[in-house]
């Protein structure tokens, strides 16, 4: 077992120095990260294609993504209005008491932990949101690198250490641990200098680290982002008129990666009609046109195997196309469907079967819709399909799509994630432990900082960011107004 | 025992309207609180004094600031910007793949469990910051009234129930249970509908709660605001020159309300010197002209005989004053000081001692100083007295003091905690449960909502806070400049 202690003394000794890191400083190192990711080129894609089973091309865009987020958030530190700067002036003559200044930003929490995903070695991982996002707060990140790809991480851990010394940052802003134990994960969660966690990942090993965070004398924030069947409401008019375009969008949302995808739509709910039947059919025939591929790794196989077959052995399940996949590691993708009352009776059918697999939820009419879609778990996304005026007619779907789900999607498929400003990638339990955040787009970045006020303080020991003259120029709230 | 289950899904039901309502309406209910909570009178102040031991001006002031923070949090909702609205428009252009519409809102997380204190039975208790704040994010409230004042708070429940009708809310928007008991407590935290926690008071009750909520199935948000020993560093030239002055509002600040303010001076630094022992000699000299007062209750009162009189036990700690209270409740008010090498070997020195208490710690220098305050654990506030000149020259004073407390108050006492926008009350644990929020002030809010993104929704279905024309004319983030 490797020694934590002196990874995390280290990861400590960095946040003394890095926590002070301009934004001008920081966009320079994210920048150069993003630079060092590139240069890797074509042995960096390779390995992660050889690493997951999944085609080079795919990688291709994964590291685009990838080098996007890391410039992102770059220009996001450098601007400087993240850290919500508030000020309230002093005021003399307020009775009884006078009013002191007070103001205060948002700064970083120290040594954050990121478990990465297996299902993206680049987005979702070693140089993932996770780590972009606390190394722009000016938290130094100890990535736990997955046990599915460690030559990927490898290779992108050298770049970042390159992109450190480049900058002549503290040499341990970033670590990799290469110790794929699970009790290597539970240490380093529990080391008193971990300040916070990352996860992307199954719902049993999120909860496990939510868990061993919380058990801790001093509790610490854990964002994992887990499970999702990202539900997917049909309404009759759409289906009449776009069946064929819907079914072709999501058999590619299906298969998409293998199925392996945190968006993929597993569920998805209509009211009976010869449309939905039809619907039905025409996704089946266009997951037929799918080509068979491997999964990433023998433990996400036999999970997918195992889930589903449970899932298709479950009464009133009805197999509507199930591929032949008898290669090692090949994925079958399968579509189902069941009646309402099935699916009510049978709550095993309302978790996530990580894979190319979605389940079609017959139902007898709109009111059992609403009543099945509004008793599931929490959701990353959440989607409507209808034309625009039978969106307007059933507004209240939105009422409850909202209580559910961290992203509601209207007449498009879930997957794919923009990272950007309005991202929100969590959700209600199980999606993530902490719906208050997101583990993508800009305010990722919120959940490793915390607010500190300063009263009374003089002005020339005050951050930039708090200074009277402002001399950042970033966006404030000065006595409740927006200002620069 | 109370059946909780009619509660809790009654607060439910009226959350199913609630977090629909606009912000010109929640500020019609939250002035209609403020207005019904002052037209209580005489009556209201009188009983708290009954209940509390405390003075009944003191309660004319800690109503005005209740009714302010309904009337504050009814401007902020009124004015609507804090929904931090948030839009990334289409890109129909972009390659490889138009960006999607994006835009997305804070909305109310369901039903919040209030746990008041003791000590503020207004400002922190049943009408107190987490059930204003709750209100005012569209979450129903249920306070579980604190057993040491069920007079007040069946008081103010009648009178924000006036508000609720007058406003023709769904009655059950707020509720107080008026059952004591430690296990009605924990049963509001494990019901399904409680959807988050707001605690304030000890270290053991607000770590409970918060465990009972992480052992969910379905964990939900805990913000509990516990104990803080908020250390004074005092530096010498200030010492020489304002001792006399400080040690009168010091006086003032840890006898305040019987010392049995969170943010009470428990603990003060300095390098020893003759004008420390001069400070020492004056806040010993005032201390002894305060008159004796009851404490709240006889819980509080025996922990405070009892944690006082350990800590004075302790090898290397000396009493420098110790009032006479014989009476019944009655604190005295008491002063010691210890070297800060026995400081360090007596942890449980470092921790509160809620009373009118506080430990002047004398170091043999700086070093000493700064190692022993860097190690405390985390405050609600720490607070720097120096003159201006040996502030600059003790710049790195800061780095220490923000990264141990919610707040820093530089050349003032800690106690009084403004209702502001910039203010931060909350802290590293064991401050708090969690250091990403604060209790107090308008970002209290933040705790009780959670970011929901619509993606390419019809704008006429768009809540109004995201629709393009921006009806309500809040500032938004619009492709990542700030606009109305």
């Known amino acids: 077992m490797t020694d934590f202690n002196p990874i995390m003394e280290q990861a400590y000794e960095a946040f003394l120095s890095y926590q002070f890191c301009s934004g001008r400083k920081k966009k320079a190192f994210l920048y150069a990260i993003a630079d060092a990711l590139n240069a890797l080129g074509e042995p960096l894609l390779t390995t992660a ?72 070695p680049l987005a979702y991982s070693t140089p993932g949101g996770d ?21 990927t991480s490898a290779l992108v851990a050298r770049a970042i250490r390159k992109a450190i010394k480049d900058c002549g940052l503290h040499p341990h802003v970033f670590q990799l ?15 008193p200098r971990t300040a916070g966690v990352g996860f992307t990942g199954s719902l049993s090993g999120g909860r496990a680290i939510f868990d061993y965070a ?59 009609s010869p449309d939905f039947d039809r ?50 590691l090949e994925a079958a993708q399968t579509l189902a469907k069941v009646r309402g009352r099935d699916f009510i009776s049978n709550p095993q059918l309302h978790h996530e079967i990580f894979g190319p697999f979605s389940l079609m939820v017959v139902c007898k009419n709109m009111d059992e ?23 307007i007619a059933h507004a209240s779907l939105i009422d409850i799509a909202r209580n559910i789900a961290g992203r509601i999607v209207f007449n498009y498929i879930p997957t794919g994630v923009e990272v950007a400003n309005a991202t ?12 208050r955040f997101t583990s993508v787009g800009m305010d990722a970045i919120k959940r490793w900082v915390r607010p500190v006020c300063f009263q ?19 966006m404030r709230k000065v006595d409740g107004v927006f200002t620069r």
Not at 131 to 151: E, F, N, Q, Y
Not at 181 to 190: D, H, I, N, R, Y
Request: proline share 8%; aromatic share 8%; hydrophobic share 40%.
């Open 49 to 120: 294609a050889e690493e997951t089973h999944l085609p080079v091309f795919r990688f291709e865009g994964e590291l685009a993504r990838t080098c996007y987020h890391f410039r992102a958030f770059g220009d996001l530190v450098e601007e400087g209005s993240w850290v919500e700067a508030v000020i309230d002036k002093k005021d003399e003559d307020r009775k009884p008491l006078p009013r002191p200044d007070m103001r205060k930003m948002l700064i970083p929490l120290g040594p954050i932990l990121v478990f990465g995903a297996s299902n993206f």
């Open 131 to 151: 780590t972009a996002s606390a190394l722009a707060a000016g938290c130094p990140v100890v990535v736990k690198g997955h046990p599915a790809h460690p030559r």
């Open 177 to 191: 641990v290469e110790d794929s134990s699970f009790e290597a994960g539970k240490l380093l969660t529990q080391h």
């Open 214 to 272: 919380q058990h801790r004398e001093v509790p610490i924030p854990v964002f994992s982002e887990m499970g999702s069947t990202n539900p997917v409401i049909l309404l009759p008019d759409a289906l009449k008129i776009h069946a064929e375009e819907y079914a072709k969008a999501f058999a590619g949302a299906i298969t998409q990666g293998v199925g392996q995808f945190c968006t993929r739509p597993g569920i998805q709910l209509a009211v009976e």
């Open 279 to 328: 619907y039905i059919h025409m996704l089946a025939e266009a997951l037929a046109k799918k080509k068979v591929f491997k999964m990433l790794h023998p433990g996400i196989h036999d999970n997918y195997t195992a889930t589903l077959s449970k899932a298709l052995a479950t009464k009133g399940v009805e197999t509507v196309f199930h591929a032949d996949a008898p290669g090692y």
């Open 369 to 391: 819709l609403k009543a099945i879609w509004k008793n599931l778990a929490g959701q990353l996304t959440t989607t409507i399909i209808g034309t625009e005026q039978e969106l």
């Open 424 to 435: 929100v990638h969590g959700g209600p339990y199980p999606a993530a432990t902490d719906a």
């Open 456 to 474: 009374d303080c003089p002005d020339d020991l005050l951050p930039d960011e708090l200074k009277e003259s402002n001399p950042l120029g970033i």
